[in-house]
């Protein structure tokens, strides 16, 4: 049951330049989005969320696009910084509360 | 700032012990919840908890797993019988409200070991 996927485990990206994290779902029922970021030996940090109704949302370096056609998000941060390097989370939520999470993409920054 | 505390971080049982981990959710929260990842998995959703009730499980949370929230401030998981297919991170989450935007607030995590 893979509702959300993340099809990158991971992702390596210069320190300064943008990187682009994706996501995709297959059940249009989804209300929000969220991306989290896990650190080692800690638990996922919420990042970022997008309303189903909306196709953009920003804060600060990070920036979330959802493409509901093609029930597709992406987590664009810029510029990537050291501080970056985590795994992120894509999860989504429903009718219920519950989150349902992504693989996960283990992203580097280095410099 | 607060934070989700769990307790114990790491616990070693044999297989068939009953093992209960421990979570204190942020004060004025009011929503609970355990999620679990097995090493090299995505994370999965348990259980949600609110006004002492079980709101939904997962088909993971099964006749051996029960919750409670004994005493205003602690949120345990009981795991009767453990299997060594329960070797994972457990995540204890809380959130103020009713809101629809999904934040959790997550615990650091409480890693169980069954051998």
């Known amino acids: 049951d893979q509702q959300v996927k993340q099809n990158s485990p991971s992702l390596s990206v210069q320190e300064g330049r943008i990187s682009i994290l994706n996501c995709d779902y297959t059940?249009?029922?989804?209300?929000?989005f969220l991306w989290y970021k896990k650190y080692p030996a800690e638990g996922p940090t919420f990042l970022i969320s997008?309303?189903?109704?909306?196709d953009k949302n920003e804060d600060g370096r990070f920036t979330v696009f959802l493409n509901k056609s093609a029930k597709h998000l992406s987590l664009h941060i810029v510029p990537s910084q050291p501080g970056d390097s985590a795994v992120y989370f894509c999860?989504?939520?429903?009718?219920?509360?519950?989150?349902?999470f992504g693989t996960g993409t283990r992203l580097q920054v280095f410099p | 700032e607060p934070e989700v505390t769990q307790t114990p971080s790491h616990q070693v049982t044999q297989m068939g012990q009953e093992v209960i981990l421990r979570c204190v959710p942020i004060?004025?929260?009011?929503?609970f919840y355990w999620y679990r990842q097995i090493l090299g998995q995505k994370v999965e959703f348990l259980v949600s908890?609110?006004?002492?009730?079980?709101?939904?499980k997962s088909e993971i949370f099964d006749d051996q797993f029960s919750v409670e929230r004994p005493d205003g401030s602690n949120f345990t998981l009981k795991i009767r019988s453990t299997k060594l297919e329960d070797s994972a991170m457990y995540f204890c989450?809380?959130?103020?409200?009713?809101?629809?935007?999904?934040?959790?607030?997550f615990g650091e995590g409480s890693r169980l070991t069954v051998l």
């Open positions: 908890f609110y006004n002492n009730e079980i709101s939904e």
């Open positions: 004060s004025n929260h009011l929503y």
């Open positions: 999860a989504a939520s429903g009718d219920t509360d519950k989150l349902i």
């Open positions: 997008i309303s189903s109704i909306k």
């Open positions: 059940n249009s029922m989804f209300d929000y």
């Open positions: 989450a809380s959130k103020p409200g009713q809101t629809f935007t999904g934040e959790l607030f």
